[in-house]
């Protein structure tokens, strides 16, 4: 049995997709993960991956002075990335992209080890751009992101299975909900956000009588003030029943977020990350599903209690929404992808 590489990290954004493909991946080959002791490790291990360590260079954007060093820290970082493939026998390697992935990507190249990289956004980051030339194919969530590659191939977006199998009921109870009102499942991506937690916080008065709000912070915002209908929690590792439960969502708009809610065909307001950490990446994925009629969006910068009030009311009331949602057949990408990488390894042929 062949070994597969799995790499890419950074954010949980980064990791989880990968996770989403084990189950697929694990029928045909002997998987390792090669990543940072950061949030990749963490989940690579809890799902019973054998993990490998490496230091990574990430580029700090908005500050020359942090980056001068940083071609002499990603050359000392390939160097780590190609003691680890070869030390766990790696016969492809498949990245999500990110800062870690780019040290790998560069090490299988030198070891003539196949590659392949995925995309999830519309409009690809600069650890992908980078990591393409050197891949036998760069595969996408968007149809129209595979055209920007001479390797590109849509796929769709990896989506874990495991969200599908949430029950409501048993969701509801888990929660101490009754049922008896809308449920609003609010968080902001694997850290939280303070601006979200911020702008629902005062919103709360506002929107309690109408519905019940599950709230998961973040790790590092605390755990806010329990009340009744409204439950803040720091961290849910059970993303299916927190889904199970909701009616509606409010989220950032990073594209495994966007993707889960319209598999799930949930309505969702997005508020995308819009500062100078972020490529505009989230307003870009938030925008193209908006202009489709299948979210709404309200822009960070607009993002105060009242207009987030009137934000939300707007997407409960907006039944053609939840229409569009319904008659929509969307499936994610998990057997493409899987089948593009058991053809790069030379365990099928083209999918």
Request: net charge positive; aromatic share 6%.
């Amino acid at each position: 049995m062949q070994t597969l590489i799995l790499t890419g990290g950074g954010s949980a954004g980064h990791v989880v997709p990968n996770l989403a493909l084990v189950p697929a991946l694990r029928a045909h080959f002997r998987l390792a993960y090669v990543g940072t002791n950061g949030i990749e490790k963490k989940l690579a291990e809890r799902a019973g991956i054998p993990f490998y360590t490496i230091p990574a260079a990430k580029l700090v954007r908005g500050s020359l002075a942090a980056n001068l060093s940083l071609p002499f820290r990603l050359r000392a970082s390939a160097r780590a990335a190609k003691e680890a493939l070869l030390e766990a026998g790696a016969d492809v390697v498949f990245s999500k992209g990110g800062y870690v992935a780019l040290p790998v990507a560069l090490a299988a190249r030198s070891l003539g080890i196949p590659a392949l990289t995925h995309e999830s956004d519309l409009t690809p980051g600069l650890a992908n751009r980078l990591i393409a030339r050197r891949c036998a194919a760069v595969l996408t969530s968007f149809p129209e992101t595979a055209k920007r590659f001479k390797n590109g191939a849509f796929t769709g977006p990896p989506v874990r299975a495991e969200l599908f199998a949430g029950s409501r009921a048993q969701a509801l109870h888990k929660y101490g909900l009754t049922g008896a009102k809308p449920v609003l499942l609010a968080f902001g991506g694997g850290s939280g956000s303070r601006t979200l937690n911020r702008a629902l916080k005062g919103a709360l008065p506002a929107l309690l009588p109408h519905c019940d709000v599950l709230h998961i912070r973040g790790e590092g915002e605390g755990e806010g003030a329990p009340r009744a209908g409204y439950v803040p929690m720091p961290y849910e590792p059970d993303m299916a029943t927190a889904y199970a439960c909701a009616d509606f969502v409010l989220a950032r708009a990073g594209s495994n977020t966007v993707f889960e809610a319209l598999a799930l065909k949930k309505p969702a307001l997005f508020v995308p990350l819009e500062n100078r950490r972020s490529r505009g990446d989230q307003a870009q994925n938030a925008a193209y599903f908006e202009e489709r009629g299948l979210c709404r969006v309200l822009r960070e910068r607009d993002l105060t209690p009242a207009r987030l009030c009137e934000s939300l009311r707007a997407l409960a009331a907006d039944a053609a929404l939840r229409q569009r949602l319904e008659k929509t057949d969307f499936t994610g990408g998990n057997e493409a992808i899987a089948a593009h990488i058991a053809r790069i390894a030379g365990l099928a042929a083209n999918p």
